[in-house]
Each structure stands twice: as structure tokens, then as C-alpha cells.
């Protein structure tokens, strides 16, 4: 079984049903005068037939026996996470904590991710901010969120 | 006469157009925009994980700021900067800088192990310089043409087009066309979330405010483009080696030269028209440019072996279909490739929209665009050969830094557009999708292109299907839609017709064994 292939294809086929259903509720329309739903029923019809074809091809003999754990062997795959999760927790503390504070810890955390000395990481940092902070408010004139602390 | 006559009128209007165009251009904040986004181009081009496409993306928001022609200026130096600086990175490390600098590694890195580097790295720039310029000569001449023509496109015209347009962007996919097919529609429902443009009722915005509008195609091209590579290249653990040679000679020999014209030719041609066509024109043109070189070659082997026919062709190639690229994008409002549809949402973000009408109703914005193509070629000439050291340089830059850098700039282009967290969560699930894509063998390219062209396609099919009456054989029946449909019918089945061949042979050895 191709496990890539099968996982992905499931997946897909269940996204497109409930697209369907959704397409289906909007009113898909006669042929004459399609409704809100028409592209979008007919797209996830197409999907799901696709996706079903690849979950049949996939559990064949013939589909190898390729796991979703042989992407993940011998790679950082840690880091991604590390990263995705500094990435929303980024976006939930951007409000309150301020641009300056939650962009300074969050560089600090991805350079000490990449093994790079705490005492470097900070001093990066804090210079990435400053040329960040200058070019996009003061000269590109975006409005950062200041948080609680004002800045 | 009479034809005499008009060709000449019309030639002393495309030259008042272009001095036009130029007197734009010209303007200090164009040029300024034109270097800014020359420069930045050929960086991204140089530095191998970040492509055009991302780059893009992630520079979008920032333009919101800009004029309309600065902006376009800027992305549109970015996009064939990239072009140029592609080929330091596969000249001197092997590995491209972005897709259509794939096949420049073969010659191109195994001339710099012979210590002529600095004779690739020149006919890399000069050949990009001139297929470059060709590109804006062609595409001056081909665009009012053209967009005379789109005028007399209806919906099932247009339909006909975004419908090639996606077909040529599924057969030029690398993996699956399966895969690729499935990428295209998902990209089709995506872009139908939010408001009905006919209907005006809420389409997929599960009670979210902020989807009434629909997908921002800025945090989805950021995701998957700019987040889902920095992802992955989070995972590897390998260091990228460069070469240890010194760069001399950047200006080709007479002999490079002689070796080199009618590659630089050829290949300038193949881009130039391979361009116009929809789908990655400029990646498939350096592919083809080269094989068609080894063919025409009188010593074939040498190909692989350090040969400057296999740098000057694919880079002229890749560069005159950069540039060509923008006739459908200008003309039609069809963009042909990703990066291209990305730049058409930027268009409609500045309340443009790219097209028939483009000309007529906005000659500031495309002549001004088109007049800084001639001056930003002179720019990446003028900056790429001097500026070689330099960016040899930027290649050391280790990625531990470079990686954080990438997304904290995805971070504040999410957040600027709508100075809204919602973009940032949009960004961050595309880049979360965009890295899984890559591991499960799915490419993001289609979506992107479907999720551009699928508003365009929604209002074209059912505004052809209310005037039709819902016949679908009135498609087939008008000259330019049938034509075009038919077209796409033959490209995805001369992808589907091998595999079906394949699947007959195999039936036909299995009975005849039982028999």
C-alpha cells in the first residue's frame, strides 16, 4: 500500500463531499441558469472522483509500499514543528504582547533553533527588528499592534 | 499604399507610445522601483529556496503603499531579475536557484570546475541581456495586436482560455497529472469561498467576517511558496558547498561568442514563443532550448562536459519567455504561470484589471511596465557582472539566518494587508499545507493558478451558460473557443493517452498468456 497516496486521497475524498453538500445547499442551478453552488459542486464532484481513484490505486500491490513515516526518517522534522508552533503562538501574542516584543522573541527562538548562540541570537535579533520596524513603519507607514508595554 | 500608409502610422504610434511609456519610467520613483525590484530579483534568484514566486508574494503587501506603475514595475523586476540571477547558484554551486535555471547546472557548473566560471557567469548575464531585450521588442509588438483581438472575447472565449491555461499548467507539472488535476480543483473551490459575484450569497465562509471577501491570494502564495519552503529547508540537515575558484574573465572570449550565436539566437527564439503559451513557458523553454542545441550540434558529447552553448541557450531561453510571458497577462488578463498570477492579483488589488482594456484605459500603467523592462535589462546587466563577488558572497550568508529573516518578512506581508492576525492564520495554514504537499508528492503551482483564474472561470462559464441557453455546444461551436478548447482536449490527452496504451498492452499480454 502507498500510504502517502491513500491518507492524502481519503483525505481529500471527505474534503470534497462535504464541498459538495455545501455546493449542494447553495444551489447548484439548471445548466440554463446555474446557481452559487454550480462551479463549486461540480469541482468537488470531480475531486472526489479523483481522490477515490487514487485511494483504489493506492491500496494495489502494485503501489509499493511507501509510509508516511519513511518522509519523516532522517530529517529535522522537530524544527518544522518547533517553528510552526512559534509561528501561531506568534499570531495569538501579537496583539497584546506588541510587534517589537513577540518579533523579538520569536527571532531569538528561531536563531536558537538553528544552534546559534543565545548572546548572537539576541543581538540579531534586536538588530532584524530595528531595520525591520524602521523600513516597514517609518517608511513603509504600517501600523503595528504595541501591546501592552506601549511598544 | 494604402498598406504602407497604415504600417507606418501605426509604427510612429507604437514609437510616441513607447517614448511615452519611457517618459514614465524614467520618473525617479519608477527607476528607483525598477532597481528595487531588479536587484531583489536577481538575490532571490541567487539565493537557492526562496523562488520568484514566494518572493512575490511576500513583497505584495508591501506594494499597497506604492503607485500602481511603481508597484507593477517592481514585481515585474523581481520576477525576470530572478531570471538572471538564477544562474549564479547553479553555475557555481549546482543547485538552481529557481526552477529554470535547472539545466543551466549541467554546462554551467561543470565549466566552473574547469576554472571558467567567470566565462559562464558572462555569457549567462550577456545572453539574458539580449534574449531580455528581444522579449520587450516582442512583446511591443505583439501585445496591441493582441488586445485588439481580445476585444471581440466573450465569455466562451475566455473560458476556452483559463480552461488551456489550466491544462498546460497540469501536463508541465513535474509529478502525477493526477496529483496535479486534483490541485486544480481544490485551487477552483478555494477561490469560491466568500461573496457570489452574481448572486451576492456567502459561498464556504463558515460564519467568518473576514472570508467575506474571500481568500487573500497573498497569504496563500506566501504559505505555500514562502512558509512551506523555509519548512522544508528547516528539515535538512545538509550544507551546501561552494566552489573554490576564482572568477576572472567575465567577458566571453570571441570564440565563446562564435560558439555561442546561434544558441543564443535559437534559444531566444524557442523562450519568446514558448512564453505566450500558458503554464511554466519559461522553465520548459530552457529544457527545450538546450535540447534542441545538443541536437543541432556538430559535437553532441561535449554537452555535460562544460559546453557555453549549454549556458547561453537555456539562459537566453528562460529570460526572452520571462518576458513574453506578460502578453497574456497584459493582453488577455490571463496570467500564464504562477508567478504571473500573483502579479495579476496585484493588479486587482491597485483596482486594475489586466486585459483588452488594459491599453486603452491604462497606457500610463502599460507602457510605463513595459519601458522599464528595457531599462531594468540594462540594470541586471550593469548589476549582475560587477556585482558577481557580491553575490557569491550573499551564497555564504548561512540559513540558520536567512530562514528566521524569510518568515518574519511573511509575517509582517500577512499582517500589513489588512493590519489583521486573520491573514497571518490564513499564511500559516498554507505554509503548514504547502510543506505537507511537498512531502506527499503534490504540487502547489495548479492551486495557485486554478485559485487565481477560478473567479474569472466561475463568472465566464455561467455568464456563457445563461446567454447560451445552457447548451454546452455552443463552446464548440464559436471558432476561437472551439479551437482553444480542442486544443486543451489534445494536450491533457496526450497525457492520459500513454498511460491508457500502457494499460492495453498490459490487458492484452495478460489474456493472450491465458489463452
Not at chain 1, 541570537?121 to 506601549?150: K, N, W
Not at chain 2, 513535474?174 to 456567502?202: E, Q, R, W, Y
Not at chain 2, 550565436?261 to 523562450?271: D, P, Q
Not at chain 2, 549549454?310 to 502578453?327: H, L
Request: contains cysteine.
Amino acid at each position: 500500500m502507498n500510504q502517502h497516496d491513500f491518507v492524502s486521497g481519503l483525505v481529500w475524498l471527505s474534503f470534497s463531499i462535504s464541498v459538495a453538500v455545501e455546493g449542494i445547499t447553495l444551489g447548484i442551478g439548471p445548466f440554463n441558469n446555474p446557481g452559487a453552488g454550480f462551479v463549486l459542486f461540480w469541482s468537488s464532484l470531480f475531486l472526489a472522483v479523483l481522490s477515490f481513484c487514487q485511494v483504489i490505486r493506492s491500496v494495489r500491490p502494485r503501489a509499493g509500499g511507501t509510509l508516511i513515516l519513511h518522509s519523516f526518517q532522517d530529517v529535522a522534522w522537530i524544527n518544522v514543528l518547533l517553528s510552526i508552533m512559534a509561528l501561531v503562538v506568534y499570531s495569538a501574542l501579537l496583539a497584546k504582547a506588541g510587534f517589537i516584543v513577540i518579533s523579538f522573541l520569536f527571532m531569538v527562538f528561531l536563531y536558537w533553533l538553528g544552534r546559534i548562540k543565545l548572546w548572537v541570537a539576541a543581538t540579531s535579533a534586536l538588530v532584524t527588528i530595528a531595520v525591520a520596524y524602521s523600513i516597514f513603519h517609518f517608511a513603509l507607514l504600517v501600523q503595528f499592534p504595541r501591546g501592552l508595554c506601549g511598544w | 499604399m494604402w498598406l504602407v500608409g497604415g504600417l507606418q502610422r501605426k509604427t510612429v504610434e507604437t514609437i510616441n507610445s513607447l517614448m511615452f511609456g519611457f517618459s514614465i519610467a524614467l520618473q525617479p520613483e519608477n527607476l528607483f522601483f525598477c532597481f528595487l525590484g531588479s536587484l531583489l530579483g536577481t538575490l532571490v534568484g541567487v539565493l537557492p529556496g526562496i523562488g520568484p514566486v514566494g518572493a512575490i508574494a511576500i513583497l505584495l503587501p508591501i506594494t499597497f503603499k506604492l503607485s500602481t506603475t511603481g508597484a507593477i514595475i517592481m514585481l515585474a523586476g523581481l520576477y525576470y531579475g530572478a531570471m538572471y540571477g538564477g544562474s549564479t547558484t547553479s553555475i557555481l554551486v549546482n543547485i538552481p536557484g529557481e526552477a529554470a535555471s535547472v539545466v543551466t547546472c549541467m554546462d554551467g557548473y561543470k565549466m566552473a570546475q574547469q576554472g571558467r566560471a567567470g566565462a559562464a557567469l558572462g555569457m549567462a548575464a550577456f545572453g539574458s541581456f539580449i534574449a531580455g531585450t528581444v522579449g520587450v521588442v516582442g512583446l511591443m509588438l505583439f501585445a496591441l495586436p493582441l488586445s485588439r483581438m481580445a476585444l471581440k472575447f466573450g465569455p466562451h472565449e475566455y473560458f476556452a482560455l483559463i480552461v488551456l491555461g489550466l491544462t498546460f499548467v497540469i501536463y508541465l507539472s513535474h509529478g502525477s497529472i493526477g496529483k496535479a488535476i486534483m490541485m486544480c480543483f481544490l485551487g477552483l473551490i478555494l477561490s469560491n469561498v466568500g461573496m457570489d459575484p452574481i448572486t451576492a450569497i456567502p459561498r464556504m465562509t463558515l460564519g467568518l467576517l473576514e472570508l467575506n471577501d474571500g481568500i487573500n491570494i497573498a497569504p496563500v502564495a506566501m504559505g505555500l511558496f514562502g512558509v512551506g519552503e523555509v519548512l522544508l529547508n528547516l528539515e535538512r540537515t545538509s550544507v551546501t558547498e561552494l566552489i573554490k575558484t576564482k572568477i576572472k574573465n567575465l567577458f566571453p572570449t570571441r570564440r565563446d561568442w562564435s560558439e555561442s550565436k546561434g544558441a543564443l539566437a535559437r534559444g531566444t527564439l524557442v523562450g519568446f514563443f514558448l512564453g505566450i503559451l500558458p503554464g511554466g513557458g519559461h522553465v520548459v523553454s530552457s529544457f527545450l532550448a538546450y535540447g534542441l542545441e545538443k541536437r543541432l550540434s556538430r559535437h553532441p558529447e561535449k554537452f555535460g562536459q562544460g559546453a557555453i552553448e549549454g549556458v547561453a541557450a537555456p539562459e537566453s531561453a528562460n529570460n526572452s519567455a520571462a518576458t513574453s510571458s506578460f502578453i497574456p497577462l497584459l493582453t488577455l488578463g490571463i496570467p500564464p504561470n504562477v508567478s504571473l498570477s500573483i502579479l495579476f492579483g496585484a493588479f486587482l488589488i491597485h483596482g486594475i484589471t489586466p486585459g483588452p482594456f488594459l491599453i486603452r484605459d491604462h497606457p500610463n500603467v502599460f507602457w510605463g511596465v513595459l519601458s522599464s523592462m528595457y531599462v531594468g535589462n540594462v540594470m541586471l546587466l550593469v548589476l549582475n557582472l560587477p556585482l558577481i563577488p557580491l553575490w557569491v558572497q550573499v551564497l555564504k550568508v548561512p540559513d540558520r539566518y536567512l530562514y528566521p529573516l524569510i518568515l518574519l518578512f511573511c509575517l509582517i506581508g500577512a499582517y500589513s494587508m489588512r493590519n489583521s492576525t486573520f491573514d497571518i492564520y490564513i499564511m500559516i495554514i498554507f505554509g503548514a499545507l504547502g510543506y505537507l504537499f511537498r512531502k506527499f508528492a503534490y504540487e502547489g503551482a495548479p492551486l495557485v493558478l486554478s485559485f487565481v483564474l477560478g473567479p474569472l472561470l466561475d463568472l465566464n462559464l455561467r455568464q456563457a451558460l445563461l446567454t447560451s441557453g445552457g447548451r454546452f455546444s455552443d463552446f464548440f461551436v464559436r471558432p476561437i473557443s472551439a479551437v482553444t478548447l480542442g486544443l486543451a482536449i489534445m494536450v491533457l490527452a496526450s497525457s492520459v493517452l500513454p498511460f491508457v496504451s500502457r494499460k492495453l498492452q498490459i490487458f492484452k499480454k495478460v489474456t493472450d498468456d491465458q489463452l
